[in-house]
């Protein structure tokens, strides 16, 4: 081990002892004092939007307005969601009593998990390291983060961020490569929060298995998109391009391929064409409203991923056009006659969009079915049979009809994948919930009448067993 992993290893060390030291602790504290860290939390965020913007504008040139959207936003509802409702979620949850236990009280007690760690990444890094940040805080965790170390700017201002308002003992940030993440996996964490790929979720999961820690996470997959006959054609290209195209198309939850009937299907191509020319020019290069590829190895798979579809059997319908030394790929639509090509074999995660026209219901239940559960699927219609047929016959982890990603910022719905985009639940209440363990409470009363069933078994005892089991299971 070279002198600065030791370093690094005993600083992990030294900081999760603290935490483990002042779990209890805080694990104890009420709502008043959970609502003041998330209070500091607020403003810190409302005082530094403006290097906010700077940093992920140096990360990767994303526009301020997006940034405000997508990062400040956000954010700041959902610490204010929080804060509005935290003293009601740390409230007990009461449980009907059972004629077995009639004399008894029970109820249900919110508990923190204790230490946790949150792995956040690239693509959204303030709000998606901040978000869960919150959601901990207000269950009364002591809290380890590790950003990620694609978004150099962001990470040293959220290490600033959490420097300012934190101790150590409380909340600690460690920045750094995958190395990094790997030595923090190997700690004993109470609970471990992750988003990114399938691929590196595999990892955290196989880590969390040897502490047996629990695990919630957020990955990723092909969300489809199915528009058809009946749907607002324009209303649909409209939304389509912007959930798909902000952010340079690198969003979790972007749209990331098309099913539109064939009907339509040249209707809606033009559309969306002058849709997606409206929001972002001509040339997206030359506006201040696009954000760029997050580094070469993405931009080099991005850009392989479209020559090969143009020389297989894809047909280009707008941008393709990329610069390797700005990491910038334009709007890129391309039409795939056949479900086969590269573009439907992996999650895109960039700025481009496949449309596959489909005939029948069944012809478009058939591809979305061949591909992995997605986090989101996303029906643009208005044909009521057909949008419960698409819901009753697929899974993913969000359903959103006619718009595409809202319900991201829906505080009351729960966001989370199915099988490989993901397992457990963030957001409100329910990441509230996702870093709090439902500890069984019951308070028998001064009557005990289950100790008359107590050996030694007597025929009467026996008599009452056997009329328990008829009348009251």
């Not at 509005?84 to 004629?99: F, Y």
């Not at 201002?157 to 995958?178: C, N, S």
Request: charged share 25%.
């Amino acid at each position: 081990m070279s002198e600065l992993q030791a370093e690094l290893q005993q600083a992990i060390d030294r900081v999760f002892a603290l935490q483990q030291q002042n779990r209890a602790e805080m694990s104890a504290s009420d709502w008043k004092a959970r609502k003041r860290r998330l209070k500091k939390v607020e403003r810190w965020v409302v005082d530094h939007q403006a290097e906010i913007r700077q940093a992920l504008y140096a990360d990767f040139k994303k526009p301020p307005e997006e940034v405000d959207l997508t990062e400040i936003f956000i954010t700041l509802s959902e610490i204010r969601h929080a804060l509005r409702h935290l003293k009601s979620w740390m409230k007990p949850v009461k449980v009907k009593r059972t004629l077995p236990v009639l004399t008894a009280k029970a109820w249900i007690q919110y508990k923190a998990r204790g230490v946790v760690l949150i792995i956040s990444p690239w693509n959204f890094p303030f709000h998606l390291t901040v978000a869960p940040l919150i959601s901990a805080l207000a269950a009364g965790n002591c809290v380890i983060l590790k950003p990620s170390e694609f978004v150099p700017h962001v990470a040293q201002l959220l290490k600033k961020m959490v420097e300012e308002l934190f101790p150590p003992q409380e909340v600690a940030l460690f920045l750094g490569d995958h190395r990094v993440a790997e030595a923090l996996l190997k700690k004993p964490f109470d609970h471990i929060f992750f988003t990114g790929s399938t691929r590196t979720g595999k990892l955290v999961m196989r880590a969390a298995a040897e502490h047996l820690s629990s695990v919630t996470l957020e990955l990723g997959g092909k969300s489809p998109v199915i528009v058809d006959q009946t749907a607002n054609l324009k209303d649909a290209a409209k939304k389509i391009a912007f959930g798909k195209y902000i952010n340079s198309g690198q969003t979790c939850i972007a749209p990331d391929y098309v099913l539109v009937h064939r009907q339509v299907r040249e209707q809606f191509e033009g559309l969306l064409k002058n849709e997606i020319i409206s929001m972002f020019g001509a040339d997206a290069r030359q506006q201040n409203v696009y954000a760029r590829v997050i580094n070469d190895a993405h931009h080099q798979r991005l850009t392989r991923l479209i020559q090969d579809s143009v020389e297989g059997r894809g047909e280009l319908l707008l941008g393709g056009e990329s610069d390797a030394g700005e990491r910038f790929i334009s709007p890129t639509l391309i039409r795939l006659e056949t479900p086969d090509g590269a573009l439907m074999k992996e999650e895109i995660f960039g700025p481009i969009l496949p449309l596959i026209s489909f005939e029948s219901v069944d012809e478009a239940l058939n591809l979305i079915n061949q591909i992995d559960r997605p986090l989101g699927l996303y029906i643009f219609s208005h044909n009521r049979s057909f949008i419960e047929r698409i819901i009753q016959a697929t899974d993913s982890g969000a359903v959103c009809i006619n718009d595409a990603m809202l319900h991201y910022i829906h505080p009351n719905l729960p966001f989370g994948g199915v099988g490989r985009s993901g397992q457990g639940n963030a957001h409100g209440f329910y990441g509230f919930r996702a870093f709090s363990y439902e500890r069984a409470m019951l308070r028998q009363g001064a009557v005990s009448p289950l100790k008359w069933l107590y050996p030694p078994y007597s025929d009467l005892k026996r008599k009452l067993i056997g009329w328990i089991i008829k009348y009251f299971t």
